[in-house]
């Protein structure tokens, strides 16, 4: 088992930044992907952006290309998610996951996929 727990949300005014992070605790050598997802109320959830763990890249949605970064600190088991040029269409409750089971680690894998979530942080944008 893996134990996500996410921090760093909070509102802000468009074209202002925030920072995630999802500390994982656990059997964490068991997962080699985490990454974040978001859901907007009356929306279905939809891969932000995702990072192995050990090596092997980093993959954003579209949507915010350019504007968010996804890192990975293994010291500290943690992965973060730096957002800037924020706008509205980025409020949503954005969760934290991990260990995609029969997929590649790709937000657009889809998120029934991933074994483990963090309970979320809004982000709210207005």
């Known amino acids: 088992e893996v134990q996500l727990v996410e921090s760093g949300g909070g509102s802000v005014q468009p074209g202002g930044s925030l920072r995630l992070s999802c500390s994982a605790s656990?059997?964490?050598?068991?997962?080699?992907?985490m990454g974040w997802f978001r859901q907007a109320p009356g929306k279905e959830r939809e891969g932000v952006a995702t990072?192995?763990?050990?090596?092997?890249?980093?993959h954003y949605a579209d949507s915010v290309k350019g504007r968010f970064t996804i890192s990975h600190d293994s010291a500290t088991n943690t992965v973060s998610l730096q957002m800037n040029s924020l706008s509205p269409d980025d409020t949503a409750m954005y969760y934290c996951?991990?260990?995609?089971?029969?997929?590649?680690?790709?937000?657009?894998?889809?998120?029934?996929?991933?074994?483990?979530w963090g309970r979320g942080t809004q982000v709210t944008v207005s």
């Open positions: 656990g059997d964490t050598s068991s997962t080699t992907c």
């Open positions: 996951a991990a260990h995609p089971v029969g997929w590649t680690c790709r937000p657009n894998s889809p998120s029934s996929a991933y074994q483990y």
């Open positions: 990072a192995y763990t050990r090596g092997g890249g980093v």
